[in-house]
């Protein structure tokens, strides 16, 4: 986020602004966007401002004069919602249309990412209950040699288990939002949420899909949907790594860089 290259320069009333964003969600049927650019030369954390860009204007609801959509995105899931590449060629947009303070949007972006990493966390959560739901339901129906599929021990223990993983899940997110509400720092919380999340996003759709047996492997399968459709949760809105990062350093032991 530090390294956006985008920028705005103030003209008469108004921001010109010229870039590329990529991988922005709903960006093809979006009316307005809300953009962190560079308003000023400086430390990378007080040169940039957030911005809402109206995307469109006129009465059929043409894109804005120099904003391009590139072309929608082909994803491997989350086909639920579309994701484009977007260039921004001096786009005019009134100087009022600035959120906030100028050169405070590094600072906004970021007490906004904890906002987003929590409710990313908490969304994830209903689709893990219904994963491990469906598959409970799957495996006492599936008979094989006089039994069900739920009889089998070690598909009792391994749905039990991600269970408790999204039971650790749940406390933490209760946890971090009970403080978020009362107004208290939650970055490292909201990190760990999001890590947490990320990581059984691969871990209970996984686990769940095997004991479809090949019912899993097809399109139509809900679980084999959610596979595909939570592998983003540990890349976008900050990597896995990068949530490793942010706690190594509220834990002292990784240093900040130098700006
Ligand atoms: C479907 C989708 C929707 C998106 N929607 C939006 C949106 O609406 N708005 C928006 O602004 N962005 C959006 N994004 C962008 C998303 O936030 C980025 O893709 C994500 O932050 C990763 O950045 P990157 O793709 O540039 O990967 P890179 O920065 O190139 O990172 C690649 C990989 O390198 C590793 N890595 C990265 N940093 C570190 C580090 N410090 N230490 C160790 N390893 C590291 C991680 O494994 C990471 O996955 C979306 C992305 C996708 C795929």
Request: net charge positive; glycine share 10%.
């Amino acid at each position: 986020m530090a390294g956006i290259k985008s920028v705005a320069r103030k003209d008469g009333d108004d921001y010109r602004i010229s870039g590329q964003k990529m991988w922005i969600t709903n960006s093809l049927q979006a009316d307005w966007m809300c953009m962190l650019v560079n308003t000023g030369e400086g430390p990378v954390h007080k040169n940039k401002s957030l911005i809402m860009v109206p995307m469109r204007d006129g009465p059929n609801g043409q894109l804005t004069k120099g904003i391009e959509i590139a072309g929608k995105i082909k994803k491997i899931g989350m086909n639920a919602s579309d994701t484009g590449l977007i260039y921004f060629d001096e786009v005019r947009v009134p100087q009022r249309y600035l959120i906030g303070q100028e050169g405070a949007g590094f600072v906004y972006q970021m007490q906004q990412f904890q906002e987003e990493r929590l409710w990313g966390a908490a969304s994830s959560i209903v689709a893990f209950d219904n994963a491990i739901e469906w598959t409970v339901e799957w495996a006492q129906q599936r008979k094989m040699f006089g039994a069900t599929l739920a009889d089998q021990q070690w598909v009792q223990f391994k749905l039990a288990e991600v269970k408790t993983e999204v039971e650790c899940l749940r406390s933490l997110i209760y946890q971090a939002c009970e403080k978020y509400v009362a107004g208290q720092d939650v970055l490292e919380m909201a990190s760990m949420a999001k890590l947490k999340a990320g990581r059984l996003g691969r871990l209970v759709p996984d686990t769940c899909m095997q004991f479809w047996g090949g019912m899993g492997y097809t399109w139509e399968n809900k679980v084999a949907r959610m596979y595909r459709d939570s592998r983003l949760a540990g890349i976008a809105g900050g990597a896995d790594e990068v949530m490793l990062g942010i706690i190594a350093k509220t834990m002292g032991i990784a240093k900040r860089p130098a700006r």
